[in-house]
Each structure stands twice: as structure tokens, then as C-alpha cells.
T-cell receptor
Framework: GAVVSQHPSWVICKSGTSVKIECRSL??????MFWYRQFPKQSLMLMAT?????????EQGVEKDKFLINHASLTLSTLTVTSAHPEDSSFYIC????????????FGAGSRLTVL | GDSVTQMEGPVTLSEEAFLTINCTYT??????LFWYVQYPGEGLQLLLK?????DKGSNKGFEATYRKETTSFHLEKGSVQVSDSSVYFC?????????FGSGTKLNVKP
């Protein structure tokens, strides 16, 4: 079945540094990838929709300059948390929908970011 | 706007008990409905789905029926196992976006 790989699975960084998280579709082409943020014991909050070859669409309240999203190919999207601060610590999850437009999302395993 | 409401947890059951996790939704279009399961430290895995009214999704003994008249998609299982302990998310897809409920943690005791 469809597999989405997310890397790194966990990362610890110092405040003020930038962190990049990769999301790859391993066995299918994903024209659309979604980035979510999950707070402890809460649901997933959609941050942005990433379309291959075009700018990401951000949800209201999400700072596009803070969370840079690049979808350079049909199998890779990246989320860069710039100038990270402790409040950015969270679980970030990507998901992808394949090129056929199937009505199902495949999720990565998530990346836990801790900013000291 | 679109939204999903599911029962708050945690839900604690004994092994072999009957499970119901309630889910209701609000949507402007004709959504598809999903149940996802999240194991600790992992992303979400699709459990089952239904794409139109009266459809029944089923997988691994879990079932949910798309009820348009009550805007519901309740998750049920006749006999839960310890291995079913996890967090369950109800979700809908409307147009190009997915919306998730807040999740319900299920604890199954031996």
C-alpha cells in the first residue's frame, strides 16, 4: 500500500535555529501534501496544503514566513520551522494524496520537535 | 464551516466488551467520512471509510455507517481486544480538505 516517510522522527534544537522536516511519498506520486500540527491530547490542526510546483496554501493564523513549505517534486515536501522558539515544540504530521486523486490520505509517522 | 465532533474520552472497557465511539459532523457539501487510528508516537492510519449516505465502512471488526439524516458516523466493534487500545479520530473530507475530530482515547483492560 501507499507509504509516506517522514524524517526526522524527532529533533531537539536550540531556540533561534531552523529545523527542516521532510515528507516523502515512497511508492506513489503525491500532487498534494498536507501539513498538520498536533498538540498534546488534541486533534490535528491543518497548517497548510502543499501543491507540487506551486506555493503552499496556508490556513488562517499560520505564519507562512515562520513555517516555510516547499513541494519541489511529486514525492517530496519539506516544512522548515524558521527561528524556532519553545512554543513551536509540537508533533508535526504530513499526509499525502496520490496523483490519482484517491479519496484517502496516507499519513507519515510524524516528527516531534522540541525547542529548548 | 465544516467540523467534526466526537465523544470525549478516555473510554475504558474490558476485553470483549462492545464499543461505540460517537461522531457527528457538519458539512456544506457531500463529504466522505473516515475513521483513523493513531498509535503512540505515530501518525494516523486509515481504519475505515464511507463515501456516501448509507454506506457502511468496515475493517478489523470495526464498523461505521454513514447516516445523513443524523449527520453521524459512529464507530462500533462487537468485541474489543487489548490491542485495540489507541486514539481514534473521526474525519470528513469536503472538497479538498480534511477535518478531524478531537480524538477519543480507548483503553481496553484484560
Amino acid at each position: 500500500g501507499a507509504v509516506v516517510s517522514q524524517h526526522p522522527s524527532w529533533v531537539i534544537c536550540k531556540s533561534g535555529t531552523s529545523v527542516k522536516i521532510e515528507c516523502r511519498s515512497l511508492d506513489f506520486q503525491a500532487t498534494t501534501m498536507f501539513w498538520y500540527r498536533q498538540f498534546p491530547k488534541q486533534s490535528l490542526m491543518l497548517m497548510a496544503t502543499s501543491n507540487e510546483g506551486s506555493k503552499a496554501t496556508y490556513e488562517q493564523g499560520v505564519e507562512k514566513d515562520k513555517f516555510l513549505i516547499n513541494h519541489a517534486s511529486l514525492t517530496l515536501s519539506t516544512l522548515t520551522v524558521t527561528s524556532a522558539h519553545p512554543e513551536d515544540s509540537s508533533f508535526y504530521i504530513c499526509s499525502a494524496r496520490d496523483r490519482s486523486g484517491a479519496n484517502v490520505l496516507t499519513f507519515g509517522a510524524g516528527s516531534r520537535l522540541t525547542v529548548l | 464551516g465544516d467540523s467534526v465532533t466526537q465523544m470525549e474520552g478516555p473510554v475504558t472497557l474490558s476485553e470483549e466488551a462492545f464499543l461505540t465511539i460517537n461522531c457527528t459532523y457538519t458539512a456544506t457539501g457531500y463529504p466522505s467520512l473516515f475513521w483513523y487510528v493513531q498509535y503512540p508516537g505515530e501518525g494516523l492510519q486509515l481504519l475505515l471509510k464511507a463515501t456516501k449516505a448509507d454506506d457502511k465502512g468496515s475493517n478489523k471488526g470495526f464498523e461505521a455507517t454513514y447516516r445523513k439524516e443524523t449527520t453521524s458516523f459512529h464507530l462500533e466493534k462487537g468485541s474489543v481486544q487489548v490491542s485495540d487500545s489507541s486514539v481514534y479520530f473521526c474525519a470528513l473530507r469536503d472538497f479538498n480538505k480534511f477535518y478531524f475530530g478531537s480524538g477519543t482515547k480507548l483503553n481496553v483492560k484484560p
